[in-house]
């Protein structure tokens, strides 16, 4: 914007206006825009703005001081002085009411993330100096990557550059992207880690189960892919990608979810038995419950408690009572889907030992999902 106007640019942080001294923040402020003023017309961007105007009485007097000299630095501007002050930031509802009264900040512009035209967009961009095999699509690329920030597409860009270093080629082709994104969904391959057959077993059944339920909910997002080799902090991934953009989740859609997230747990209960389950549904389980806790207290989504917004807390013993029945269901759900069809799951998880990872295509042919009827009725909204 500086550019294209020809005004001068001046750019500050929170980290700018910090003191150990009282008054001393507050006298930044007021060079800042002194300085703004000097060089009109000019653009003053403060970066995580909310950090400065945060609503008054909830944090030290210092950030106080800090937030009036904003306000009254702001008060009055008018065309004649040529400043115009810009601020970013994820908290718009931390910042005081006064600062976002016409006559200070008159609009605010949502930055949402990238639909499938902008990440084509973007990609373009971050790999426009990168060698490019003909074979790389960045469309299909940006259809694979819904959610995805503009910095994350930047990450990815630079990961397949790095993945075709590392293997030595001069063109950076389809395989090098597939690797960057395995990298930025699970993290880093873990080559050094070590399991017990019996671990990996339970590996191997427990995502067999997030895979099998995923298959077969026509409400979930689809498999990208299962593996069991380790990533990161995990030891086991099931990888499902939206097919479009989603502005909104259904009820069945977030049940379908729920159920997913509960199948490996409710695997290695079929599998094992119940006193041989392990902690390694503690990240699932933490994942439904936040759903489960948003369908009660945000989105009228509760059988229970209706069509009504209650304030969020984990500790609310009726909201735990309430995460705990939708869990349960989801579980019972999932254990359902597999004992009526064990054959197929077994298949699967016969496979997936064999191989590893698996795609999409995959799993769908080793559990026949174009032949299984759907006898046990699935979760749907009541």
Request: aromatic fraction near 4%; glycine fraction near 6%; charged fraction near 25%.
């Amino acid at each position: 914007m500086a550019g294209e106007s020809n005004a001068s640019f001046l750019a500050f942080s929170p980290n700018d206006f910090s003191s150990p001294y009282i008054g001393l923040g507050r006298m930044k402020v007021k060079s800042a825009f002194a300085a703004a003023r000097e060089q009109a017309p000019s653009i003053l961007f403060i970066d995580e703005i909310d950090t400065l105007t945060r609503k008054r009485g909830t944090d030290h007097r210092e950030y106080d001081a800090i937030l009036n000299e904003v306000l009254v630095q702001m008060d009055g501007f008018d065309g004649r002085e040529g400043v115009i002050v810009i601020g970013a930031t994820n908290r718009v509802d931390t910042m005081d009411p006064a600062i976002l009264r016409p006559g200070r900040f008159d609009r605010i512009v949502n930055v949402s993330l990238p639909d499938v035209e902008g990440r084509a967009r973007i990609l373009q961009v971050h790999t426009q100096d990168l060698p490019l095999s003909d074979e790389v699509d960045l469309e299909a690329i940006s259809r694979r990557t819904i959610g995805y920030s503009g910095a994350q597409l930047e990450n990815l860009a630079n990961e397949a550059a790095l993945a075709a270093a590392r293997g030595h080629r001069e063109l950076i082709n389809n395989e090098d992207f597939e690797a960057a994104l395995d990298k930025l969904m699970l993290g880093a391959r873990r080559e050094s880690l070590i399991l017990t057959e019996d671990e990996k077993q339970t590996v191997i059944v427990h995502e067999a189960g997030h895979a099998f339920c995923a298959a077969l909910l026509p409400e979930s997002d689809p498999i990208e892919r299962v593996t069991i080799l380790p990533h990161g902090q995990a030891l086991g991934a099931v990888v499902r990608a939206p097919e479009k953009d989603r502005v909104f989740a259904s009820l069945a859609r977030l049940k379908a979810d729920i159920i997913v997230a509960m199948a490996g747990r409710a695997a290695e209960h079929i599998v094992f038995g119940p006193d041989r389950v392990t902690n390694g549904a503690a990240a699932d389980i933490q994942h439904a419950s936040t759903i489960a806790m948003h369908m009660i207290c945000n989105w009228g989504m509760s059988e229970n408690f209706g069509i009504v917004a209650v304030p969020p807390d984990p500790k609310d013993r009726e909201v735990q009572r309430e995460i705990a029945r939708i869990n349960r269901e989801a579980f019972d759900q999932a254990v359902t889907m597999i004992q009526t069809r064990r054959s197929a799951f077994d298949r699967l998880v016969r496979t997936l030992e064999e191989r590893e990872t698996l795609g999409r295509g995959d799993v769908e042919r080793i559990i026949k999902v174009s032949d299984i009827q759907y006898d046990v009725p699935l979760m749907a909204a009541e």
